[in-house]
């Protein structure tokens, strides 16, 4: 019995120690928009303004770990998403994921990223949905952008923000069709304060650290599934390997540069069945399904979690659908400073050809 009492004070003074450590709050934004137009062929899915909303649970920090003083005191949890595209084809997605905001100019700039699972109500379906071209699978990923100007505590525990968002929702060709859907627009909204704010702890020792580090070098295997266009052509997987070198200039950034070599399998099928339904275009059948790119990239490190951005270019592409240009937006998490994961979304311009699930080393 008396180690039951010691255990429940054990946890009401951790239970205490965190609620110092950080505070709980709440958003509700109201979102109105467009639909942008990124493929000739979405034309009869664009017929309607979007609207929305998006609900944020957020612990706010105050310096408890090094990375939340580095970074402004961001705050980090979980949303729900919901948006009603305003078009018979399209209906009505909700999400659900994990999310950032970055604050700026004396707090007063918000900047939310967003990243989670995706469900729509109409997907496409050969008999009753063909025109939706947007979405092949129920279950798909959402991305989100929030910039906003945030005033916290206006009236009692209340506060407003309005600005700008931008969401996207893809399934990467895990299944086609996936055209994805992209929109963008105004919101409006309410914030509320659970409790009242803690005084902000500043890393004096941390910014006496010098970040800098020697030229590392990575490799990283990306794998998944995907589908070519040919609606129901089958999904096969894919292999990306990638090999880079990266330099840490600071706290929180590091240049890259490397290649990458693309064996996509669905490739394979697809330039054969190209070379058959269409023989004035003279496709060799055997014609290379490989790709060479070479990329540039920028990776901004957080805490075990980074942000990795890249852009490439096919210096060999002998089969030539997609342009020539590639980007991938991603995430990582490091294991140790030299084992990592990641998931990452790789595009043509806004149309995706890969969600790609990564294991890599730095060394």
Not at 127 to 132: A, I, L, Q, S, Y
Not at 270 to 294: E, H, M, W
Not at 329 to 336: A, D, V
Request: a positive charge; zero cysteines; proline letters at 4%.
């Amino acid at each position: 019995m008396k180690h039951f009492y010691l255990i429940l004070i054990l946890i009401s003074g951790l239970s205490f120690a965190q609620e110092k450590k950080e505070t709980t709050s709440i958003e509700v934004d109201f979102l109105a928009g467009n639909v942008m137009q990124h493929a000739p062929d979405l034309g009869h899915l664009v017929s309607g303004h979007p609207t929305g909303t998006m609900i944020s649970f957020s612990k706010k920090t105050y310096g408890s770990d090094e990375w939340q003083s580095a970074y402004n005191y961001p705050d980090y949890g979980v949303y729900l998403l919901y948006q009603d595209f305003k078009n018979p084809y399209l209906g009505h997605n909700f999400a659900l994921g994990a999310h950032y905001n970055f604050y700026f100019l004396k707090r007063r700039l918000m900047f939310k990223i967003a990243q989670g699972i995706a469900y729509t109500s109409s997907p496409y379906d050969k008999e009753t949905n063909n025109k939706n071209k947007a979405f092949g699978t129920k279950l798909m990923a959402n991305t989100d952008f929030l910039l906003e100007y945030k005033k916290p505590n206006l009236i009692g525990n209340f506060g407003v923000q309005a600005g700008f968002f931008f969401t996207h929702f893809s399934n990467g060709k895990i299944k086609t069709p996936n055209s994805g859907i992209n929109t963008y627009g105004l919101n409006l909204g309410l914030n509320y304060n659970f409790d009242k704010p803690l005084d902000y702890k500043k890393d004096t020792i941390a910014s006496k650290i010098n970040y800098r580090e020697p030229i590392r070098y990575n490799f990283v295997l990306r794998t998944g599934i995907n589908e070519s266009p040919i609606i129901g052509s089958g999904q096969y997987p894919f292999y990306h390997v990638g090999f880079f070198v990266d330099k840490r200039f600071n706290r929180k950034s590091a240049l890259q540069l490397g290649t990458d070599v693309f064996f996509t399998n669905t490739f394979k099928d697809f330039i054969r069945y190209q070379s058959v339904a269409y023989p004035l275009k003279n496709i060799d059948p055997n014609t290379d399904y490989k790709r060479v790119g070479v990329f540039l990239g920028y990776e901004m490190f957080i805490n075990r979690i980074s942000l990795e951005a890249q852009l490439g270019y096919y210096v060999y592409q002998p089969y030539k659908y997609d342009i020539a240009v590639y980007d991938r937006l991603g995430l990582k998490y490091y294991f140790t400073k030299k084992i990592y994961t990641g998931f990452s979304v790789k595009t043509h311009a806004f149309l995706a050809e890969a969600l790609e699930f990564s294991i890599g080393a730095r060394l």
